[in-house]
């Protein structure tokens, strides 16, 4: 399990490397959750409903940022080589 500065850290990470809007807000979402907002906070900075913006964060509590990442984009990963997102390296 990791900490919560490494969770941070690798949300950070992924919010860089993110290519489509959508996913960067999913993971402010959950980074502003991390850092103690409400999720009625969240859904407004990131203009969203309550309920969506409530479904992303309990995709994430449920199994962390793989199973956000699943729900996310709707396919399952299977393997996240989660040294190299951190680093901020792409995997090969």
Known sequence: MQTQTQEIDLLKSAMRQASDKRM???YLAVLHHLEGQTTREIARMIKRTEKTTSAYIHHYREGGLVSALT??????????????????????
């Open 24 to 26: 960067y807000e999913r």
């Open 71 to 92: 729900y996310f984009v709707g396919v399952v990963i299977t393997v996240i080589d989660v040294s190299a997102c951190a680093s901020g390296t792409p995997a090969a």
